[in-house]
């Protein structure tokens, strides 16, 4: 079964310092991996995609991505963390059996001042 | 200029009684779907339409009847509500490509639904 998984409950770091949320994922075929980060009380935002190409992946407000294909994993990063990056953040997977978007459990990202 | 909109935004209503909640996009997408995110954030698709076909449609209870009068909404009506139905109820909506789903979703507020 196509699954994708964060380990990380919750990310704390400061501002100013890089962050990674990680993602590993488990699929047929060739992945197609989705970001998504959702601030409170709102809807899912989309921040970046791969499908095909370059394995790093750039992305909304300054997030980017790294396709790992031997890791299984495509762990989301920023150089320098904002207060205001601080939210809920999906990973996500295509299942090429269904076309349907597999999320993660989610990671709490919190930047603190 | 809202791209995927939802209405209402919460409703709270009680045990056995029938609710809507609907959703419209403007963005031209060809595809929309109903996911519930449950109060542990997790989160799940429940329905998907194409060009107002259903193409997905998970295992969830027949109390909940999805309807696309067009490409641009998709409804979401639940009979005899439960407790469970508790969550938070989003619209989506995407561009099919030629069957494979590359393109990114767009997502709505969402709708709290509150059952007591």
């Known amino acids: 079964a196509q699954s994708v998984a964060q380990p990380e409950d919750q990310v704390n770091v400061a501002e100013g310092n890089p962050l990674t949320v990680k993602c590993t994922y488990s699929?047929?075929?060739?992945?197609?991996l989705f970001w998504y980060v959702q601030y409170p009380n709102r809807g899912l935002q989309f921040l970046l995609k791969?499908?095909?190409?370059?394995?790093l992946v750039k992305g909304s407000y300054g997030f980017e991505a790294e396709f790992n294909k031997s890791q299984t994993s495509f762990h989301l990063k920023k150089p320098s963390a904002l207060v205001s990056d601080s939210a809920l953040y999906f990973c996500?997977?295509?299942?090429?059996?269904?076309?349907?978007?597999?999320f993660g459990t989610g990671t709490r990202l919190q930047v603190f001042p | 200029d809202t791209a995927v909109s939802q209405t209402p935004k919460y409703l709270v209503t009680q045990m056995g009684n029938d609710k809507s909640i609907k959703c419209e996009q403007n963005?031209?997408?060809?595809?929309m779907y109903w996911y519930k995110q449950d109060s542990k954030k997790f989160l799940k698709i429940m329905f998907s339409?194409?060009?107002?076909?259903?193409?997905i449609n998970e295992t969830v209870p027949n109390r909940f009847s999805p309807k696309s009068p067009d490409k641009a909404h998709l409804n979401l009506h639940i009979n005899s509500l439960e407790l469970g139905d508790s969550a938070v109820y989003f619209c989506?909506?995407?561009?099919?490509?030629?069957?494979?789903?590359?393109?990114?979703?767009?997502f709505g507020p969402g709708t709290r639904l509150t059952v007591t």
């Open positions: 699929v047929s075929g060739n992945p197609y």
């Open positions: 339409y194409n060009n107002k076909e259903l193409i």
């Open positions: 989506a909506s995407s561009q099919w490509s030629g069957g494979a789903m590359e393109y990114e979703q767009y």
């Open positions: 791969y499908i095909t190409g370059d394995n």
């Open positions: 963005l031209g997408h060809d595809t």
């Open positions: 996500a997977v295509r299942d090429p059996n269904t076309d349907k978007l597999i």
